[in-house]
Nanobody
C-alpha cells in the first residue's frame, strides 16, 4: 500500500489542523494506521493509531482525534489546541501484522508516507 500524507502547515498555538493520509494499492480497511511525528534531533514518536479501536499518546490525548473513512481509503488526524511542542514532521504508517501491544512502535509498521510538516508558533 502507498500512503500520502497532507494537511500540514503553520499555525499559532491554540489553533487547529487536520492531517489526511490517503492510501492506495491495498484494501485499506485491513491495515492498522498510525500517525507518528519526528522533531529535529529527536526520535520518531507515536501520536495515534486506529485498528479496531483508537490509541493515543498521553501527550495528545484529549486534543487529537484519529478517524478513518475506509470508503475513501483515508485516515485523518484532527489536531486541536496545538502547542509549540507539537511542531514536527508528521508521518502516517500502515501495517497488517501488528499486535495491539505493539501498535505504538514505529518498527512494527511496514509502509510509510512521506511526511508533512506541522509548525506551531508561540
Amino acid at each position: 500500500v502507498q500512503l500520502q500524507a497532507s494537511g500540514g502547515g503553520l499555525v499559532q498555538a491554540g489553533g487547529s489542523l487536520k492531517l489526511s493520509c490517503a492510501g492506495s494499492g491495498g484494501t485499506f480497511s485491513r491495515y492498522a494506521i498510525g500517525w507518528f511525528r519526528q522533531a529535529p534531533g529527536k526520535e520518531r514518536e507515536f501520536v495515534a493509531a486506529f485498528k479496531w479501536n483508537t490509541y493515543y499518546a498521553d501527550s495528545v490525548k484529549g486534543r487529537f482525534t484519529i478517524s478513518r473513512d475506509n470508503a475513501k481509503n483515508t485516515v485523518y488526524l484532527q489536531m486541536n489546541s496545538l502547542k509549540p511542542e507539537d511542531t514536527a514532521v508528521y508521518y502516517c504508517a500502515a501495517t497488517q501484522s501488528v499486535i495491539l501491544s505493539g501498535i505504538r512502535a514505529p518498527a512494527n509498521y511496514d509502509y510509510w508516507g512521506q511526511g508533512t510538516q506541522v509548525t506551531v508558533s508561540s
